[in-house]
T-cell receptor, first 115, second 114 residues
């Protein structure tokens, strides 16, 4: 089931450092994973995605790693900037049956970047 | 090209009142969905639609109705608002239900039920 709580995990880094945000997923049938960034007062914004037949995908300053063995997803942000401060969500798309096309979101992680 | 537009941005309702949250997209997307976001939690799917005339329930559908008479619009109705429906609501759209399809989100509607 989904973890419920009022306090999100937090990560504080210095500007210029690399950030790693982690996410555990529960459904081994999930085929597709997405990372979203949500700034205060805004809707989630797509960052990067990965399919289950891959274990790594790189974008501009971001890399997503997928470990299907332990059902773990991570987002690496290189040279983190103050503008990267936001809440980061992982989402999984559970393939097949009535779950097809429905995104299930994780709890989120608050990233704070200090100048 | 405005993307996904939600109105209103803020709303306060009294318990028992009804209202409709509007969502419109101008990207000709087939798939639209509504989520709610509560403190400390990720987004939870309320209802979704795979095209005009077709809707289905998500994870938390109780207390909400939807319809999809056009490709562009996907309104969410609260028939009798309850304090438990205090939340931030996000509408999203994507080209299709298929995987590898990026979902675009609106700016959100912050609803308070007193």
């Amino acid at each position: 089931g989904e973890s419920v709580g009022l306090h999100l995990p937090t990560l504080s880094v210095q500007e210029g450092d690399n950030s790693i945000i982690n996410c555990a997923y529960s459904n081994s049938a999930s085929d597709y994973f997405i990372w979203y960034k949500q700034e205060s007062g805004k809707g989630p914004q797509f960052i990067i995605d990965i399919r289950s037949n891959m274990d790594k995908r790189q974008g501009q300053r971001v890399t997503v790693l997928l470990n299907k063995t332990v059902k773990h997803l991570s987002l690496q942000i290189a040279a983190t900037q103050p503008g990267d401060s936001a809440v980061y969500f992982c989402a999984e798309n559970r393939a097949g049956g009535t779950s097809y096309g429905k995104l299930t979101f994780g709890q989120g992680t608050i990233l704070t970047v200090h100048p | 090209n405005a993307g996904v537009t939600q109105t209103p941005k803020f709303q306060v309702l009294k318990t028992g009142q009804s209202m409709t949250l509007q969502c419109a997209q101008d990207m000709n997307h087939e798939y639209m969905s509504w989520y709610r976001q509560d403190p400390g939690m990720g987004l939870r799917l309320i209802h979704y639609s795979v095209g005009a005339g077709i809707t289905d329930q998500g994870e938390v559908p109780n207390g909400y109705n939807v319809s999809r008479s056009t490709t562009e619009d996907f309104p969410l109705r609260l028939l009798s608002a309850a304090p438990s429906q205090t939340s931030v609501y996000f509408c999203a759209s994507s080209y299709s239900m298929a995987m590898n399809t990026e979902a675009f989100f609106g700016q959100g509607t912050r609803l308070t039920v007193v």
